[in-house]
Nanobody, 126 residues
Framework: VQLQASGGGLVQAGGSLRLSCAAS????????MAWFRQAPGKEREFVSA????????YYRDSVKGRFTMYMDNTKSTVYLQMNSLEPEDTAVYYC????????????????????WGQGTLVTVSS
């Protein structure tokens, strides 16, 4: 599957953005999906993930209650709704996927995913 992320931009602290990740292919519903981010000078880190059921989601602690990940199988797209953005959320956001997975122990690791989008930049000004 090929992934195309979009929706990044410049926003003031406290604002909102919605990221989209559109997937090609007819087996989208069989993929577990995730968002990762990488800030300048820092390592890539897990943000959120959703199981292929579209029901179970996971979040890093710092975004819980502010970010919501969901999927629309009819559009082969996953979304990351980001509210109450903070300057610390500034990063390039990447969507990732793995066919029929990943296993639970790998959901929060970049190594658990085999397909990656190109990234979209989110900048939050203070």
């Amino acid at each position: 599957v090929q992934l195309q992320a979009s929706g990044g931009g410049l926003v003031q602290a406290g604002g909102s953005l919605r990221l989209s990740c559109a997937a090609s292919g007819r087996t989208f519903s069989q993929y577990g999906m995730a968002w990762f981010r990488q800030a300048p000078g820092k390592e890539r880190e897990f943000v959120s993930a959703i199981r292929r059921s579209g029901v179970t989601t996971y979040y890093r602690d710092s975004v819980k209650g502010r970010f919501t990940m969901y999927m629309d199988n009819t559009k082969s797209t996953v979304y990351l709704q980001m509210n109450s953005l903070e300057p610390e959320d500034t990063a390039v956001y990447y969507c990732a996927a793995r066919f029929q997975g990943p296993i639970l122990s790998s959901i929060r690791t970049s190594g658990g995913y085999t397909n990656w989008g190109q990234g979209t930049l989110v900048t939050v000004s203070s």
